[in-house]
């Protein structure tokens, strides 16, 4: 595969959902993979530097949860949405 097939096909992986009928699951997107980088360096650090993950964890999970809640592709994906909101305000209360 060409190098530009290959980007080409990471660019798909987001959009791709399993099962294709009724998307449950999916790769992660932008949002979501910067939330989980952030989880990643708040688990692992002390200080700043954890406090810094937090914030961007969070930030990612609410960006999420909102492109979930208004553009999810069926009623779980919202509903789904719907969870991590819950989730994001418990972790800022």
Known sequence: MKPRGKVAALRRLPGKGWPEGFTIAQFPNAPLAVAFAGMAVERLTDGRAHDYGQAIASAGLAIWTYEE???????????????????????LT
């Open 69 to 91: 809640l208004t553009e999810g592709v069926n009623w779980f994906r919202r509903g789904l949405g719907a969870a991590g909101l819950a989730y994001v305000l418990v972790r």
